[in-house]
C-alpha cells in the first residue's frame, strides 16, 4: 500500500491542526495504521494508531486527550486530529501500515509497520 501525507503546516500553540494520510494500491481496510513523530535530533516515536475498522485506537500518553485518529475506509484515508498543540510537537509526522497481530492489538514499534508515507511537517509557534 502507498501512504501520501498532507494537512500539516503552521499552527500556534493552542490551535488545533488535522495531517491526512490516504492510500492507494492495496485494500486500506485490511491494515491497522499508525501515526509517528519525529523531531530535529529525535527517533522515530509512536503517536497513535487505530484498528482496521477503526473502532479501537491507542495513543501515546504525551498525546492522549489532545490528538485523536479516525479513518474513513470507504475514503481509503486516516487523520490525525491535533488539539492543544504545543511548541514540542513540532516534528514530521509519518503514517504507516501494518498486518501484524489481531485487530485490536495496536502496534507501536515501527518495524511492526510495512509501509510508510513521506512525512508531513508540523511546526508550532509559541
Known amino acids: 500500500v502507498q501512504l501520501v501525507e498532507s494537512g500539516g503546516g503552521l499552527a500556534q500553540a493552542g490551535c488545533p491542526l488535522r495531517p491526512s494520510c490516504a492510500a492507494s494500491?492495496?485494500?486500506?481496510?485490511?491494515?491497522?495504521m499508525g501515526w509517528f513523530g519525529q523531531a530535529p535530533g529525535k527517533a522515530r516515536e509512536f503517536v497513535g494508531g487505530?484498528?482496521?475498522?477503526?473502532?479501537?485506537?491507542y495513543y501515546a500518553g504525551f498525546v492522549k486527550d489532545r490528538f485523536t485518529i479516525s479513518r474513513d475506509n470507504a475514503k481509503v484515508t486516516m487523520y490525525l486530529h491535533m488539539n492543544s498543540l504545543k511548541p514540542e510537537d513540532a516534528a514530521v509526522y509519518y503514517c504507516?501500515?501494518?498486518?501484524?497481530?489481531?485487530?485490536?492489538?495496536?502496534?507501536?514499534?515501527?518495524?511492526?509497520?510495512?509501509?510508510w508515507g513521506q512525512g508531513t511537517q508540523v511546526t508550532v509557534s509559541s
Open positions: 487505530i484498528s482496521r475498522s477503526g473502532e479501537t485506537t
Open positions: 494500491g492495496r485494500i486500506f481496510s485490511n491494515y491497522k
Open positions: 504507516a501500515a501494518s498486518e501484524s497481530g489481531t485487530d485490536f492489538n495496536i502496534p507501536t514499534r515501527t518495524y511492526l509497520y510495512k509501509s
